[in-house]
């Protein structure tokens, strides 16, 4: 097995193996998605995958959100919510700080009932929101863009819920 570094609960990461080669770790429980390509592995197993030596597989464990901005990121840019794996009935809340800012600028919480997910937020940075590996069929107060497997939502102009139908 290879060394790999758990960095919170929901995120792990193994090193680029020096060469191409089969690389094996062991995931907890839980549905874990590779933030590079989208595979998703089911947790409480031994895997086995192909790592080429410029490759550091960083997974992320279902109903977690990640923050995404830009280097140049500034309270009116537009950040990206990705949100993994969300399962029926779980609540997840993430923040989202201003590189000065000791407050949220945003704080949005999502929540799954069946086909569909709940989006609420509070604040005033503009976002989007990043469904890995869904998707959505409707959007009610948002517009909906499909990249690959994922479903990327963009709210409509000062709106504070959204219903995604998947």
Do not use: Q
Request: proline share 4%.
């Amino acid at each position: 097995m290879e060394k790999h570094y758990i960095l919170n609960k929901n995120l792990i990461m193994i090193p680029a193996p020096d060469k191409e080669k089969t690389v094996r770790f062991f995931l907890p429980d839980g549905v874990w998605t590779n933030f590079h390509t989208g595979k998703e592995y089911l947790g409480g197993n031994e895997i086995a995958e192909t790592a080429h030596a410029t490759d550091m597989i960083l997974l992320v464990r279902e109903n977690s959100v990640i923050v995404e901005r830009t280097e140049t990121d500034s309270h009116n840019e537009r950040c990206e919510l990705r949100v993994y794996a969300l399962r029926n009935n779980v609540r997840v809340d993430a923040d989202v700080y201003d590189d000065d800012s000791k407050a949220p600028v945003l704080s949005v919480s999502f929540k799954r009932n069946g086909h569909r997910i709940h989006i609420a937020s509070d604040g005033a940075k503009p976002y989007t929101v990043r469904m890995v590996n869904m998707y959505a069929k409707s959007a009610a107060n948002g517009l909906i863009l499909i990249e690959g497997n994922d479903s990327i939502i963009t709210p409509d102009a000062r709106s504070c819920t959204l219903e995604i139908v998947f």
